[in-house]
């Protein structure tokens, strides 16, 4: 019998035409909004892509298509990216987290969980870290 071919997942999180700079201008705090400009210069560079707009509230790099280890399925997603939340930024590697061991116990004050970084401010966190964290989750296949 043939393989069944997967179809990519419809994902609700899509790629839009909206100015990321006009998006990261309407953050508040100030605190936040500077630091996720320092992210998107960061993630800028250590990708050597444009940002993207991600449904309104994701900050993406690069594409690669990611495969559910639970169902699955497969959907089209930023290699690395970050949102700034209410809360916290949250950041993307495109990696578990956890693959990250060594370097999150050197990152400062943080919250992890699955793919995600949640850090409040980046005054809590060592950037050397961080950076290495974002380049090393970009050259993940």
Not at 79 to 91: C, M, Q
Not at 105 to 128: Q, R
Request: hydrophobic residues 40%; positive net charge.
């Amino acid at each position: 019998m043939a393989d069944k071919k997967t179809k990519p997942a419809e994902n609700k999180t899509k790629p839009t035409t909206a100015n990321v700079e006009d998006f990261l201008n309407t953050i508040t705090p100030l605190q936040k909004r500077e630091d996720s400009f320092v992210l998107l210069e960061m993630m800028k560079k250590a990708s050597k892509e444009e940002p993207v707009l991600w449904s309104n509230s994701f900050i993406g790099f690069g594409l690669k298509r990611h495969k559910s280890t639970a169902t699955g399925r497969e959907a089209d997603w930023f290699r690395i990216g970050f949102a700034p939340r209410k809360a916290n930024l949250s950041v993307y590697f495109g990696t578990y987290v956890e693959e990250h061991a060594a370097a999150l116990e050197k990152l400062g004050k943080h919250k992890a969980a699955m793919g995600c970084l949640y850090i409040n401010k980046l005054a809590d966190v060592d950037l050397k870290v961080l950076k290495g964290m974002i380049e090393a989750g970009l050259k993940k296949k």
